[in-house]
T-cell receptor, first 115, second 114 residues
Framework: DTGVSQDPRHKITKRGQNVTFRCDPI?????LYWYRQTLGQGPEFLTY????????KSRLLSDRFSAERPKGSFSTLEIQRTEQGDSAMYLC?????????????FGPGTRLTVL | EDQVTQSPEALRLQEGESSSLNCSYT??????LFWYRQDPGKGPEFLFT???AGEEKEKERLKATLTKKESFLHITAPKPEDSATYLC???????????????FGPGTRLSVLP
C-alpha cells in the first residue's frame, strides 16, 4: 500500500496525559499537513511541513501541541497535558510539490478520546 | 479572514435524482478550490481541483464548476454508493513563497436512497 498511513488508528487516554501520533506520507511527497476534525465539521488546519521545515502553524494551535518531521520523512504530532476538548480525529495529509498540483492525499486518521 | 460555507448541511436524494451542492467562499486571492469525498471514519478522498472562474471538471457522475464566489458539485443520476460527506476547501495564497493554508467547509452529508 503506497498511501498515507497513520498510527495508531485509535487512542484513548486520560486527561493530563501526553500522546504522540505518527504519520508516514507517500514516499515522494515533500509536503505534509496535520489537521484536526471534530464531528460534523470539516478538517481544521494545524500545521504544514515542506520537507523537514515546519513552515506554517495555525494561530489557533495551543502550545501544548508540537509537531516534527525529522529528515523530511515521517512526522509526529504530540499533545501534552491532554484535555477533553482535544478529543477529535487527527488527520495527516501529504502532497507532491508539482507547481499548481496541490491536491492532498489523506491518511485514515487517528481518533483520540480523552477521558 | 478566509471562510468557506457549504449548503445544504444534509441532502437526501432518491437514486437517479440529480442535484447540486454549493460551496461559497471568501478568500483574498484564490489559489485553488478542492472537492473531497469523506466516508464515515475515513480520511477525505480527493475529487477535483479548480483554479479559475469558468473552469469545470468531471468524474463519472460528478461535475464541479467554479465562479468567483462559489463552486457547485453537480451529481447526475446518483447511486447509493455516492452517499458520503462532500467537503469543499480553498487554498490561500502563498505567503513568503512558502506559506500555505487550506480552509475546509463543514461539508454536505449526502444520502442516496435506493
Amino acid at each position: 500500500d503506497t498511501g498515507v498511513s497513520q498510527d495508531p488508528r485509535h487512542k484513548i487516554t486520560k486527561r493530563g496525559q501526553n500522546v504522540t501520533f505518527r504519520c508516514d506520507p507517500i514516499s515522494e511527497h515533500n509536503r505534509l499537513y496535520w489537521y484536526r476534525q471534530t464531528l460534523g465539521q470539516g478538517p481544521e488546519f494545524l500545521t504544514y511541513f515542506q520537507n523537514e521545515a515546519q513552515l506554517e502553524k495555525s494561530r489557533l494551535l495551543s502550545d501544548r501541541f508540537s509537531a516534527e518531521r525529522p529528515k523530511g520523512s515521517f512526522s509526529t504530532l504530540e499533545i501534552q497535558r491532554t484535555e477533553q476538548g482535544d478529543s477529535a480525529m487527527y488527520l495527516c495529509a501529504s502532497s507532491p510539490n508539482r507547481g499548481r498540483n496541490d491536491e492532498q492525499f489523506f491518511g485514515p486518521g487517528t481518533r483520540l478520546t480523552v477521558l | 479572514e478566509d471562510q468557506v460555507t457549504q449548503s445544504p448541511e444534509a441532502l437526501r436524494l432518491q437514486e437517479g435524482e440529480s442535484s447540486s451542492l454549493n460551496c461559497s467562499y471568501t478568500v483574498s486571492g484564490l489559489r485553488g478550490l478542492f472537492w473531497y469525498r469523506q466516508d464515515p471514519g475515513k480520511g477525505p478522498e480527493f475529487l477535483f481541483t479548480l483554479y479559475s472562474a469558468g473552469e469545470e471538471k468531471e468524474k463519472e457522475r460528478l461535475k464541479a464548476t467554479l465562479t468567483k464566489k462559489e463552486s457547485f458539485l453537480h451529481i447526475t443520476a446518483p447511486k447509493p454508493e455516492d452517499s458520503a460527506t462532500y467537503l469543499c476547501a480553498v487554498q490561500a495564497p502563498f505567503r513568503d513563497n512558502y506559506g500555505q493554508n487550506f480552509v475546509f467547509g463543514p461539508g454536505t452529508r449526502l444520502s442516496v436512497l435506493p
